[in-house]
């Protein structure tokens, strides 16, 4: 499994910091492209590299068979038309309120693209129709997780409630496999430590601070194992993060942390 971010940051859809994603079978070259929002950006890399239909199959190049989308918002979703019409007759596979879907698996079914094997993970909150996607092949195991899950942090509760996102998070993504990549749908990872770093003062935290501070990109650089340990809306149970927050149950933090995010300066 090969992975290529594709950063949509200079002409910007949505806040300018979203990742669409390329997905490379590495044997059979099949690939599909994850949240494709801003066709400027993400079509001239396709271009370079996916054969075109009817074309004879050229070394190096892949063969695009689909589009996946996270979610229905228009910076990840949006580009959905414009790109069916450079790379034509190709399934759009996300949430029912995608632009142009035509397929919205089930909870828990999986499809593949070639030797890699897709499977659906529905965690509602930030809209309801998020989809967290989880890739695994004999390489390694990745999640492309929308505005659900940031590395150190996690999306607004847009069309959901905390104990929507405490499932998605802590129940849902929490039981994969600790060394599957996280890919997230933007770059917050320096806004989100620094509020980290206002309510846990722990190794881990530290840790992403300085790797944020040093590089611009930090997309499948984590794991879920790592969210789990410097990722506060995934340590619910941390005594510090409880006491920061003035709960205890495990919702309750939930909210207050989103709360106290959503005013963070």
Same mark, same amino acid.
């Given at each position: 499994m090969h992975i290529q971010s594709i950063p949509m940051w200079s002409i910007g859809v949505g806040t300018g910091d979203n990742y669409a994603y390329l997905v490379v079978d590495d044997n059979s070259k099949k690939a599909m492209v994850v949240d494709p929002a801003s066709p400027p950006e993400v079509i001239p890399v396709l271009e370079r590299q996916v054969i075109k239909k009817g074309d004879k199959k050229e070394e190096g190049k892949v063969d695009l068979v689909g589009i996946i989308n996270t979610h229905h918002h228009a910076d990840h979703a949006g580009g959905n038309t414009t790109l069916l019409k450079t790379f034509p007759d190709r399934p759009v596979i996300g949430g029912k309120d995608c632009q142009a879907v035509s397929n919205t698996p089930k909870d828990g079914t999986t499809f593949q693209i070639g030797?890699?094997?897709?499977? !659906?993970?529905?965690?509602?909150?930030?809209?309801?129709?998020?989809?967290?996607?989880? #890739?695994?092949?004999?390489?390694?195991?990745?999640?492309?997780?929308?505005?659900?899950?940031?590395?150190?942090?996690?999306?607004?509760?847009?069309?959901?409630?905390? =104990?929507?996102?405490?499932?998605?998070?802590?129940?849902?993504?929490? !039981? %994969? $496999? =600790?060394?599957?990549?996280?890919? $997230?749908?933007?770059?917050?990872? /320096?806004?989100?430590? /620094?509020?980290?770093?206002?309510?846990?003062?722990? &190794? $881990?935290?530290?840790?992403?601070? =300085?790797? !944020? &501070?040093?590089?611009?990109?930090?997309?499948?650089?984590?794991?879920?194992?790592?969210? /789990?340990?410097? +990722?506060?809306? #995934?340590? %619910?149970?941390?005594?510090?993060?409880?006491? !920061?927050?003035?709960?205890?149950?495990?919702?309750?933090? #939930?909210?207050? %942390?989103?709360? #106290?995010?959503? +005013?963070?300066?």
């Open positions: 030797a890699i094997t897709v499977k !659906a993970l529905y965690t509602p909150c930030h809209t309801q129709d998020s989809i967290c996607w989880y #890739m695994e092949d004999s390489t390694g195991r990745a999640v492309f997780t929308g505005d659900t899950l940031f590395v150190g942090g996690c999306g607004r509760f847009f069309e959901g409630t905390p =104990e929507e996102m405490h499932t998605a998070l802590n129940k849902t993504l929490a !039981a %994969l $496999p =600790e060394d599957t990549k996280v890919f $997230p749908g933007h770059e917050y990872t /320096k806004q989100n430590v /620094k509020f980290a770093s206002s309510v846990l003062q722990s &190794e $881990p935290v530290k840790k992403l601070l =300085e790797y !944020a &501070e040093n590089n611009k990109e930090t997309q499948g650089k984590f794991t879920i194992g790592d969210e /789990k340990a410097h +990722n506060v809306f #995934m340590r %619910l149970q941390d005594s510090e993060i409880q006491k !920061a927050t003035g709960k205890t149950d495990a919702v309750d933090v #939930m909210s207050k %942390l989103r709360e #106290m995010k959503n +005013n963070f300066k």
